[in-house]
């Protein structure tokens, strides 16, 4: 039956972004205590077991579309989690640019105790638990709350890159080091993106609204 298979295909879902929170939080912590095993886990075996998930998930979706014909709301559930399978296999990526940078940077003395980063990741990380979250207790209220909160991530990226302009320019032997930095601090940025992704697609599945693009309540799109 389809309530069955629905229930089964949610619950991949949720280890696929279990998975995907871990190896966010083991790139960061690979990068501030200098751990090089932790951080080549992301990429050797973290990463092809994400590629798994998203391979397998795609396919169930397909699947239950082909086998039940869903339609109205059971139909949107299913391509939202077809959507944050997508999602979730691209946060992946970005994990794998964090642990790459990462293992650049541990190879040289650190240019500054790292603060905004962690702090950075600290409410990506809320973000993507959240947004998991609205998902699996369909609130579309705290969906839209985690959409308002990307414009904070967006501005401690423009904050690192101001910062990491002066350091550059003080002493242009570390550009190297802080490309490495800002580019980590561009991937927790896309992830936070993403994140926001996954919580309009929550709120269409919910209320059949599309809120893409950020706009305001009176400019939503029912759909039925």
Do not use: W
């Amino acid at each position: 039956m389809l309530p069955e298979r629905l229930n089964e295909l949610k619950s991949e879902i949720i280890q696929f972004a279990t998975l995907i929170e871990q190896m966010k939080d083991k790139s960061i912590k690979g990068l501030v205590n200098r751990d090089e095993k932790t951080l080549l886990q992301v990429i050797e075996e973290d990463e092809p077991r994400a590629n798994k998930f998203e391979l397998d998930i795609d396919e169930f979706c397909t699947t239950l579309i082909a086998q039940f014909q869903p339609m109205a709301k059971d139909l949107r559930t299913i391509l939202v989690i077809y959507n944050m399978n997508n999602a979730l296999e691209r946060m992946g990526d970005h994990m794998v640019n964090i642990a790459e940078s990462a293992l650049e940077l541990i190879k040289h003395p650190p240019i500054k105790p790292f603060i905004d980063i962690p702090r950075m990741n600290d409410l990506v990380k809320q973000m993507l638990a959240d947004s998991i979250n609205s998902f699996i207790n369909n609130d579309p209220v705290l969906a839209k709350d985690i959409c308002e909160r990307d414009s904070i991530i967006d501005g401690l990226r423009d904050q690192i890159m101001r910062e990491l302009i002066t350091f550059m320019a003080e002493n242009p032997a570390i550009i190297g080091e802080c490309i490495h930095i800002l580019r980590i601090a561009e991937n927790l940025e896309r992830i936070a993106d993403l994140t926001t992704n996954i919580c309009e697609d929550v709120i269409f599945m919910l209320q059949g609204r599309v809120i893409k693009h950020h706009s305001n309540d009176s400019e939503d799109s029912p759909v039925q």
